[in-house]
């Protein structure tokens, strides 16, 4: 069985930009990257402090990420599936 890719070797960015706050302001790319796994991971998007059903908009993502982080690391990166390495 294949070992499933980290999130930095999906995506080239490190772990750390699913932080809320950690980036402040974003790139394009960096935007899409995040959104796309605020879409696939639930515990991630609770983080973020989206709900279930909330869409979720490039906007509101900016918004939540020049927020101040809430977050420990250790948080965000705990539960299954989540990657723990930069």
Known sequence: MRRRKTFTEKTGYSAKILIPG?????TPEELK???????????????WGFTETER??????QKKALEEDKWSESEVFSGAGSEKSD
Do not use: D, F, P
Not at 56 to 61: C, P, Q
């Open 22 to 26: 950690y980036l402040g302001e974003m």
């Open 33 to 47: 990257v995040i959104k796309q796994e605020l879409q696939n991971r639930s515990k991630l998007r609770h983080r």
């Open 56 to 61: 979720i908009t490039n906007a509101k993502i």
